[in-house]
């Protein structure tokens, strides 16, 4: 376990939606896809609410905390997202950045009793008009945006030994 | 305590058998040793798993750590992705094992193999800036995707039975 970083406490700030098309996202991966050349495969990209860290507000080993450190690290820029996709229906599905700060009181993935706080936290979220669809989206829809993602994206570092994490985190 | 080594001779051998629905999905001899067996540790599941001792048939040379690498998927937990994927179900283990050896049929050699985080195994190609995969969802459904960093992603629904056009399909694709 490795202590969290003071840019990544909310600290009474609120977030913000404006990303700039350049602004890195990080997540990260497990070495079941630790990739064999130079690109992650789809079977890596989850969607919908895709979690990433926005790069502004955090550096790319802080998608390792508080206890994935043995996972690697992967980014894209904000405007990799996907242009707007037309289902079979008709329906205009568009991928958007949002900026979803997570509290403290938040339960963590996989971290039983424990919370994170974790201001940089983001989600690529799919809307129809103004609605965020969390389920019924088409399997083409989402496997046609992973691929692409998938094309997007980059291989910051496969393994960061725990060390370099750990002196990472407490810089500030 | 540590099992006595097996003579050679006389290695059991082992076939799985996938049963999907009541109808027989899979009867694939896999390239177990009692040792994996051990390792693996089946988990409780709701599958029809049988275990039967028939002739062992390796599957050796450039498909055998494809086949050893998916059956390991057993072994994966809930949210094994650092987020919160579903493990992927021995339907869809299976159903790549049985893609595997049509692949192997048709000299197609994959890239590698890997469990998905939407729920699910995959099979994947990588050549150049070339992408293409087999991905089989927990859910049953089966999707193929092309992509090549320029052009705008393909994806296909396969049909297990009728699996041989999309392996023509990714074929035609990597080499064009």
Redesign the interface.
Known sequence: MISIPDRLLINGREPYQEFEPEEPLYF???S??FP??T?L???????PDF?VNRGKESQPTDVLIPH?VE?GIAEFEVRAIPLPYLSGDGRKFEFKVVHDPIDAKHPY??AANQSFENYAHSEIRAFVGTEHQKKKIP??I???F???M???TKIVVLLCPAPIVETLSSQD | MIPAPIPPDNRPSITFSVVDQGTPFIDQETPFSALDLLLFQLPPSNEDVSVTNVPLSTSRGKFQPFHRKLWSFFR?KE???????ERPSILTIGRAVTTLTKLKELGLVP??V?????GG??I?F?KGDK?A?F?F?NSG?I?A?????VN??V?L?VDIENIEATIERIRQFLND
Request: proline share 5%; aromatic share 16%.
């Open positions: 990260r991966f497990s079941e896809h064999d050349e690109r495969p789809v079977a890596a990209i989850r969607f979690s994935w996972f993935y996989g399997e083409f989402k496997k046609q992973r691929l692409k998938s094309d997007n | 994966l949210g094994w992705d650092g987020y919160n994927a890239t590698n890997s469990p998905s985080v939407e195994t995959s994947y990588i992408f995969d991905e969802f459904d999707l995707g092309l992509s090549d960093r705008e992603p994806v629904e």
